[in-house]
């Protein structure tokens, strides 16, 4: 089963909307990251989350891991066109060392 | 500053043929690095990861497989394609599991 889910699985919303995505596990997350892909290119590191209740702000993006370390969401305030792409969640895996694995992302389109 | 580079960016290889994607890192030592696999409509998936050279650990059975003939070189490579191996490819490099990972531009590869 996926460890990471992430809903909603896609998004459309108007230019200059509020809009939250959102990334829960299955087990207690040590570290947390968002990343944010544009359409066939790469990773674009966004934030990364360790302690229960941080949040953290980039520009008009804010993410927040919850207190028991089970679920993410990332707001994002006044969306704009360049906001558009695919929005990823990713944890270490501890239990495995080296791993990481992703969530199962969310695509965001915004209308201008 | 560190980067990294993939090449090709884009690949189009008929079934059965050999696959060569290159990956390089600059500006640190010793990294950790990744080779992960985007198919169309699903998350990201980590097909090989590496802490040293001649290091190579496999986290998905298929027909392809990974070196790391120098520290900050990874090479994914296959002998023969299959179609379900289309899909876009990153490689990412990371100073250790607890750390944040650096991703590449990615390569686009179609087997028709």
């Known amino acids: 089963s996926q460890e990471l889910e992430q809903s909603p699985q896609s998004l459309i919303v108007q230019e200059g909307k509020n809009l939250t995505i959102n990334c829960t596990s299955s087990?207690?997350?040590?570290?947390l990251y968002w990343y944010k892909q544009k359409y066939g290119e790469g990773l674009i590191f966004l934030m990364m989350?360790?302690?229960?209740?941080e949040e953290k702000s980039h520009e008009k993006i804010t993410a927040k891991l919850d207190e028991k370390k089970q679920q993410s969401s990332l707001h994002i305030t006044a969306s704009q066109p360049s906001h558009a792409g695919i929005y990823l969640c990713?944890?270490?895996?501890?239990?495995?060392?080296?791993?990481?694995?992703f969530g199962t992302g969310t695509s965001l389109t915004v209308i201008p | 500053s560190q980067t990294i580079h993939q090449w090709p960016a884009t690949l189009v290889q008929p079934v059965g043929s050999p696959l060569s994607l290159e990956c390089t890192v600059e500006?640190?030592?010793?990294?950790?690095l990744y080779w992960y696999r985007q198919a169309a409509g699903r998350g990201l998936q980590l097909l090989f990861y590496?802490?040293?050279?001649?290091?190579i650990s496999s986290e998905v059975p298929q027909n392809l497989s990974a070196s790391r003939p120098q520290d900050r070189q990874f090479i994914l490579s296959s002998k023969k394609l299959l179609l379900s191996d289309s899909g876009f490819y990153l490689c990412?490099?990371?100073?250790?599991?607890?750390?944040?990972?650096?991703f590449g531009p990615g390569t686009r590869l179609t087997v028709l």
């Open positions: 990412a490099w990371g100073l250790g599991p607890k750390y944040t990972q650096y």
């Open positions: 989350l360790q302690k229960g209740g």
């Open positions: 087990k207690t997350l040590y570290g």
């Open positions: 590496s802490v040293g050279i001649g290091q």
């Open positions: 500006g640190t030592s010793n990294p950790n």
């Open positions: 990713g944890a270490d895996r501890l239990d495995t060392g080296n791993q990481f694995y």
